[in-house]
DNA sequence: CAGGCGCTGTCGATTCCCTGTCGGTCAACT
DNA sequence: AGTTGACCGACAGGGAATCGACAGCGCCTG
């Protein structure tokens, strides 16, 4: 449930990608008419409509009785501050222009606690590495490691998808803001700090596609 | 059960985040029906109600048979002295606008004190810090801390979610009462004030997540 | 009712760390 | 051996976190 096609599309399509259903609605009043028949299992919705009052869909959208989680997208110096207390529930926001892999781990999170009964932990594992994303504790062979934001964010997707080979582009466009200019080779240095960090002990986890891009698994045979 | 949805509701999603059923009204007739079907353990009425009485409903709601506690919400400058003679018995009240944990913090002591046979105590513990939310009493390895109001509800949240880090964002929603516009840096301020207090005797407890937000645990090897 | 005190939040200075750019070097494939 | 891609050291700009200083407020006390 979006404003402009791009982000709806956008995050439509990472959903999609993820293996969610989703659909999108380019105004209010279309938002609230598909999601009482679509019935959905999160929404996301912007804030800087243009035409709707946000605020409106969300009272509507709860007056109607569907307690749905939502979470919302705002610009930075938008409707920030009016949002920051809607986080309280469970529900949550982000500030736009965000990271897809952003989004998509905030509604995974939003997911988990909304229906899951107790908070059952998710703990990403590829080898003798682990990432408790409750924690952010990220573990080589026990020892734990201490990740920098972008760090933590380049391993999470990597760990996600593996044992996927991702081009630099897919984690340049997944890992950082869409819309970053910096085509340079930031991938590469951030790769590089992981390997130093994450690789102190134990095999090269991180393994380099040359011409193509990187996967993590166990070193292949 | 509770007058304008976005209070049942802030109410409903953070009971349910804590892992509780929750059925909303909007009401006094409804409350009183949905109670009478969904026995609850605990019932949240806000009395400032526009139509209905929310004395009335307490009264039909104890004629009909039911002991079940019930907590009120009312306005500061409403009907709190009303409310004051009544929370005898193990109920409560809290002056809106408050603040969730604070909230969920009162219906817990509640529901401890009516459903437990004797009043186990609830002690929270992360290291050799303890928190005991009977006497209020904050201990780092015996030695008693004093601590503020605003210090203690801030390291109660952090303690209650230990070991999972949270953002500023989580804490200030949390702790401080909804609607609160602070666009400032009111969490790291007393984190930094509890800092002193805690680690004056001991390892830091408190620790920051770079670009996150703050975790309470011990100082990990 | 004035004064004092403790609590809370704002402001701003400082420090530290993260981030991305540049460019030289190295490794791999042809 | 040449060419292309990958790696990573060094550096600088910017942003985040911390905390001292202070002001407003409410509460208690005299």
Redesign the interface.
């Known amino acids: 449930m979006d404003d402009d096609p791009p982000i709806a599309d956008l995050v439509a399509t990472v959903a999609r990608y993820e293996g969610w259903e989703a659909v999108t609605a380019n105004s209010g009043e279309e938002a609230l008419r598909r999601a009482a028949e679509f019935r959905p299992d999160i929404v996301v919705l912007d804030l800087m409509l243009p035409d709707v009052d946000g605020f409106g869909v969300l ?1 509507r959208l ?2 109607s009785g569907t ?1 749905v989680p939502v979470v919302f997208l705002t610009a930075r110096d938008g409707v ?2 009016r949002v ?2 809607l ?5 949550d926001y982000l500030i736009k222009p965000f990271a897809v892999e952003e989004l998509m781990a905030r509604l995974r999170t939003v997911l988990r ?2 229906t899951g ?3 059952q932990r998710s703990v990403l594992r590829v080898a003798d590495l682990t990432m408790d994303e ?4 990220v573990r080589r062979g026990g ?2 490691l201490s990740l ?2 972008t760090e933590y964010e380049v391993l999470r997707y990597l760990m996600r998808r593996s044992p996927t080979v991702l081009t630099k582009a897919q984690i340049l466009d997944h890992v950082w803001e869409y819309g970053f200019g910096g085509r340079s080779n930031v991938v590469e240095l951030v790769v590089s700090r992981l390997r130093r960090k994450l690789d102190d002990t134990g095999a090269p986890l991180i393994q380099t596609v040359r011409g193509f891009g990187y996967v993590i698994r166990r070193a292949a045979e």
């Open positions: 009272d709860r007056r307690m920030a501050d920051a207390g986080t309280r529930g469970g529900d606690r909304s009964p107790g908070h409750d924690t952010r504790e020892r734990l920098t934001p």
